[in-house]
């Protein structure tokens, strides 16, 4: 079909008006079809419209004036004729018809604090189990975006892919036929775009292509894709990070999320590669304690990654990309225990009959061999296309035949020459979904075909949880490394991702549990959960490591590594006691001593305990102090590229101390001087202009010219 509202009252027809539909995550969502359905569900109060997803992604709001002349030109230059989501709009104002709900497991973060419906109707649910609740929600529409390509495969010549979001689907699917199967009308929908990037390997439509309903290329639905642009990283974003980055081990395995803090890891293990001296010298400026520097040379390193890393994250990132363009995530993995196996014993591995004996022996091949264990070997590069399995035979390429015996002299003879150049089939990334500014998305749609065949999108439950491939997964994710972030932690080690004190969900669990969680069960593994020690606000400071909090997203019994931007405190196998003086020592230290008293008053440390003197200066100077030794580049504000020019990002930088520096009370007092103080315009006419305060008109333009040129002057200094 090619109109989205044909296509929406072909699935009013199909359900009889009884619409549970279940969209994906994210980017993967077909916007078009989605506010088709959502106009005919307005239009008719008989239509029943049920919406089950996560992550409705919609352009940034402005929470002041001087927001909006921010936010308002760079949001039509990023984000252009992107369509909006309807519903929205609506759920956001809790103005959804009474015929329309929607539900979802996780949040555009602080996008729904205050909506009401969308609280109500919050599904809080590990990602891994997302599929399984959706369908027993009775979901009985799917719809999602498809990548599209010329080939041979698929209708009309062309081949489809899940791309941005297989991660449900996949698992989604299987229990959806079951259902069509005994009787139920389930609905398939894809609407493709031609700017979403092909994405191969599991994530192709392939097989499923014949189970899908409708196909829809409306003309009008190939507007912009959403992009999520680069935020600033901030000193203590860089610090958090410099710190996680020592804890990656080399040939080990890498997840991390999004957002500054991963940025900042990134950046910093980009500079552990590629400026190795400078990365080693910050950390000596550090002055790390012993036990910190021990912990290091324990768990993670300070060296380039010779071996390389492999990459296994629910969402796949532009930095994690990154790592992959520069050489660091290139450790490759396989679908075959026993070739795995072989892989990690022998890491340079070549097809040849030391490969060949030593599957036989792990009884991953067996004498006389089978034509499955034929197709494998030759699907992984072992041996080149052309040898067939006839009865007690191999027939060659060249129509020879030898004994299908792997011990006969003429048989190791023959196949001498038939094994492959190199291994085929590794994949060197494993992600769920993916999501990022315009830059990542123009990268996947150019990376060669090598490189792309090494990343798979896939399954949600292959990549979160180890169930069902166990043997294998322990074998790929070899020292992973699980670096996710937190907004609070507590003394005793729990912390808070999600949800709030008073109940409002933040954003959502996702996949953070299942990954904490497999760190605990995976040999060599680490749960690393980064948070920033202190945050500001209206000109106050307050603590992230809190005594106690009323909710927790990860249980302090799951508690492993915590890191912010003064250290590291490693938390596994602790007492309380233990676990209290590890978080005190990475708190910030003006919080330190009150901390340290809820502690003693609650029975948790000894009356007598002092904060040892080395941590007694955790505070933003000597963050600063250290900052001033590291090289070019190591702390830059934007290190994996911004879609800010330059005026906007010291723009964001003014009004970014604004909404931190000054409080509510305070903020009149700084307008009256901000209005009679004395500030050179013509040195910020760029940044004026951009605002549309070049020239004022009024006394609130003035006022806001000149808290602009204030802010300006602050930063700058």
């Given at each position: 079909m090619d109109d989205a509202l044909k296509a929406a009252d072909r699935i009013i027809e199909l359900t009889g008006g009884e619409i549970r539909l279940g969209l994906p995550l994210g980017l993967g969502k077909p916007n078009r079809l989605v506010n088709a359905l959502y106009q005919r569900a307005t239009e008719n109060p008989d239509v029943r419209l049920d919406i089950y997803t996560a992550l409705s992604l919609g352009r940034p709001g402005a929470g002041s004036d001087l927001e909006k002349r921010f936010l308002e030109p760079f949001a039509e230059r990023v984000f252009g004729d992107y369509e909006e989501l309807d519903y929205l709009k609506a759920a956001k104002k809790d103005q959804l018809p009474d015929n329309i709900r929607v539900f979802e497991f996780f949040f555009q973060p602080g996008s729904m604090l205050g909506s009401n419906s969308a609280q109500r109707h919050y599904i809080s649910v590990n990602y891994t189990h997302a599929a399984r609740d959706l369908n027993a929600r009775g979901v009985n529409v799917v719809a999602q975006l498809l990548a599209c390509r010329p080939g041979a495969d698929g209708e009309n010549g062309n081949d489809y892919s899940f791309s941005c979001n297989?991660?449900?689907t996949l698992e989604l699917l299987p229990m959806l036929?079951?259902?069509?199967?005994?009787g139920e009308t389930i609905v398939t929908v894809g609407q493709v775009h031609r700017d979403l990037p092909f994405m191969e390997n599991d994530a192709r439509v392939g097989e499923w292509l014949a189970d899908m309903d409708i196909l829809l290329d409306d003309p009008q639905g190939h507007t912009r894709l959403f992009s999520t642009p680069n935020m600033p990283v901030n000193l203590q974003d860089h610090f958090v990070g410099l710190h996680a980055s020592s804890l990656v081990r080399d040939g080990g395995t890498l997840q991390i999320g999004i957002g500054a803090l991963g940025d900042a890891l990134v950046h910093h293990t980009l500079r552990r590669q590629q400026h190795n001296d400078n990365y080693r010298a910050l950390l000596n400026a550090l002055d790390l304690p012993d036990e910190h520097r021990a912990l290091i040379e324990r768990e993670g390193g300070t060296g380039r990654f010779d071996q390389g890393l492999y990459g296994c994250s629910e969402m796949m990132t532009h930095g994690l990309l990154r790592l992959i363009d520069e050489g660091i995530i290139r450790r490759p993995v396989y679908d075959w225990s026993a070739l795995q196996r072989y892989v990690l014993a022998h890491p340079q591995?070549?097809?040849?009959?030391s490969l060949l004996d030593a599957l036989r022996?792990?009884?991953?091949?067996s004498?006389?061999?089978?034509?499955?264990?034929?197709a494998r070997l030759t699907r992984f590069g072992v041996l080149r296309a052309g040898?067939?399995?006839?009865?007690?035979?191999?027939?060659?390429?060249n129509d020879d035949s030898v004994?299908?015996?792997l011990d006969h002299p003429d048989t190791r003879e023959a196949l001498e020459g038939l094994f492959g150049d190199r291994l085929n089939g590794g994949i060197i990334m494993h992600g769920g979904f993916f999501l990022g500014p315009e830059a990542f998305y123009q990268r996947l749609r150019e990376l060669d075909d090598d490189t792309r065949a090494a990343i798979n999108m896939t399954r949600v439950n292959i990549i979160n949880d180890l169930y069902g491939g166990e043997d294998l997964r322990l074998l790929q994710r070899r020292d992973a490394r699980f670096v996710n972030t937190a907004f609070t932690a507590t003394l005793l080690g729990a912390a808070v991702s999600d949800q709030l004190e008073d109940g409002r969900v933040l954003s959502g669990v996702g996949g953070q549990y299942n990954f904490v969680s497999q760190a605990h069960e995976l040999p060599g593994a680490r749960s690393i959960l980064m948070t920033r020690a202190w945050r500001e606000r209206g000109g106050e400071a307050a603590s992230n490591v809190l005594f106690s909090y009323a909710h927790n997203t990860i249980p302090r019994h799951l508690r492993d590594m915590v890191i912010t931007e003064y250290g590291v405190a490693d938390l596994r196998g602790k007492t309380d006691e233990e676990v209290v003086m590890a978080m005190l020592n990475v708190a910030d230290s003006r919080f330190q001593v009150e901390l340290m008293e809820q502690a003693q008053e609650a029975g948790k440390l000894r009356r007598d305990y002092s904060i040892p003197e080395r941590f007694r200066h955790n505070n933003p100077e000597f963050l600063r102090r250290v900052a001033e030794t590291g090289g070019e580049g190591s702390f830059a504000t934007f290190p994996l590229g911004t879609d800010f020019d330059e005026r906007e990002q010291r723009l964001?930088?003014?009004l970014t101390w604004l909404k931190e520096k000054v409080s509510q009370k305070d903020f009149l007092s700084l307008g009256r001087r901000a209005l009679l103080g004395d500030h050179d315009a013509e040195r910020y006419q760029a940044e004026l202009a951009r605002m549309g305060l070049a020239d004022t008109d009024g006394l609130r333009e003035r006022l806001y010219q000149r808290l602009l040129l204030t802010a300006l002057d602050a930063t700058e200094a």
């Open positions: 297989p991660e449900v036929k079951a259902r069509r199967d005994a591995a070549r097809p040849d009959w022996q792990d009884s991953g091949v004498s006389p061999m089978t034509p499955e264990q034929l040898v067939v399995v006839e009865a007690s035979h191999l027939r060659l390429p004994p299908n015996d964001m930088k003014a």
